[in-house]
């Protein structure tokens, strides 16, 4: 099979499309003829930083992403979950080596749900990790009808899926992005727009219940947590709460922490359901193909991506 194998952490040469075996799959496996992936910004971290190498578990052929959609061919004896011939997408094996770029991709049952029919594979998969981030934290928290909720980097592939996941639980969305993609938030549910280009934000939204920091930059999760109110509580997804930030969250009276998202076969079960009825609509930028998948790491490396990078498989 064709799969994208990195030679080694660096740049976007690291990529090489390669020849290697189909994978064999265990009991609770199944093995999937991928149709489409999606692209996160982690993959590029990952890529990047020979720090995070630990992903791959020392195996040889080292395989980046998490994110798939497609059909079953061949099920492990202990699933009874799908069978042959199911159109299935989930976030694999993460954290660790997810081996999503590639033709075919063993994944544990346990970490899928089946695709709505109403979705094509390349909107399902970009519903996957994107999703699961907003998700899971949400609903850690416990965000509630009437909530005043900021989602930074709200435009982005993880942001767009907040803002609507926040509706959904009946919070009052304050989104903050560039205004550039004011229209775009706001046709998502946004019930507020802050342009962060020409307002200095933490000065004009106060007293939001929850934050959701999406933004990966130094100094921002200090800026974000001026806007929440005593008692409430700031998401970061990107990073650990640093000493300076627990401290100064502290001082504010606001409950600060960063959350790693699981594979979780039940969330997807939850995102398929709101794709099939239509609260969560997924928004996609920009198409690529396995052989050009180097030009998807370069685009979403840009930071400006509104909505998901996906790369169309077979």
């Known amino acids: 099979m064709k799969a994208v194998v990195l030679s080694g952490h660096g740049g976007i040469e690291t990529l090489k499309l390669a020849d290697i075996p189909v994978p064999e799959i265990k009991p609770d496996e199944v093995l999937i003829e991928v149709k489409a992936i999606a692209i996160n910004p982690a993959d590029t971290l990952v890529r990047a930083n020979h720090s995070l190498d630990w992903i791959f578990n020392g195996e040889t052929n080292k395989i980046l992403g998490w994110d798939v959609s497609g059909v079953v061919i061949k099920t492990g004896s202990a699933v009874d979950l799908f069978t042959e011939g199911d159109d299935v997408f989930g976030t694999i094996n993460h954290p660790g080596h997810g081996r ?5 991709v063993a994944a544990p049952a346990s970490h899928l749900a089946l695709k709505p029919i109403n979705i094509t594979h390349e909107t399902a998969a970009a519903a996957t990790l994107a999703a699961l981030t907003s998700l899971q934290p949400m609903q850690k928290v416990g965000v509630h009808k009437g909530d005043r909720v900021l989602i930074t980097a709200a435009g982005g592939g993880v942001g767009h899926f907040a803002v609507q996941l926040a509706k959904y639980f009946g919070a009052y ?23 962060y280009k020409t307002q200095k934000f933490e ?16 100094g921002h999760i200090l800026r974000t947590l001026h806007t929440v109110k005593r008692g409430g509580t ?11 930030e627990a401290d100064t969250a502290a001082k504010l009276g606001v409950h600060a922490f960063y959350n790693a998202i699981q594979s979780s076969g039940t969330d997807m079960q939850l995102i398929a359901e709101l794709l099939s009825s239509g609260v969560l609509r997924p928004h996609i930028s920009e198409v690529y193909t396995l052989k050009d998948i180097s030009l998807a790491h370069a685009a979403i490396e840009k930071n400006n991506t509104q909505g998901k990078i996906i790369v169309k498989i077979n």
């Open 234 to 244: 700031l998401i970061s997804l990107w990073s650990q709460i640093t000493p300076e």
């Open 100 to 104: 999503a770029y590639a033709e075919f």
């Open 203 to 218: 000065d004009v939204i106060q007293n939001v219940d929850v934050a959701v920091e999406g933004v990966k930059s130094d």
């Open 173 to 195: 969305v304050i989104a903050l992005a560039s205004g550039a993609k004011r229209d775009f938030v706001l046709s998502l549910g946004a019930d507020e727009f802050v342009d």
